[in-house]
């Protein structure tokens, strides 16, 4: 059975940090590029970062960049999001997504809940 689930979501002051972990469990994960996405309340969803199945390119949004750092570990089967200098804009529901390289195969986690009061 497929799984994603993200953890590490909580409320934060602004600067401050939180570390968000998406575990996948029922596919071979080194073979998905793994990205996180964020959806603020009355917004759309929107990308966050990227990273490969090989770990060895990433990308970010421009909001986030110098602040967010996604990395990934293909032996315990975990993309994290690191985030640091958290803002009150950062608020929203963080979900990680895995792609099956070069096929449009996706699996959503469930999300997790990132506060970061004004």
């Known amino acids: 059975q497929v799984q994603l689930v993200e953890s590490g979501g909580g409320s934060v002051q602004p600067g401050g940090s939180l570390r968000l972990t998406c575990t996948a469990s029922?596919?071979?994960?080194?073979?998905?590029?793994m990205k996180w996405y964020r959806q603020a309340p009355g917004k759309e969803r929107e990308w966050v970062a990227v990273?490969?199945?090989?770990?060895?390119?990433?990308n970010y949004a421009a909001s986030v960049k110098a602040r967010f750092t996604i990395s990934r570990d293909n032996a315990k089967n975990t993309a994290d999001l690191q985030m640091n200098s958290l803002k009150p804009a950062d608020t929203a529901v963080y979900y990680c997504k895995a792609t099956l390289v070069i096929t449009t195969i996706n699996y959503w986690g469930q999300g997790t809940q990132v506060t970061v009061p004004s």
């Open positions: 029922g596919f071979t994960f080194s073979r998905y590029i």
């Open positions: 990273i490969t199945n090989t770990g060895d390119s990433t």
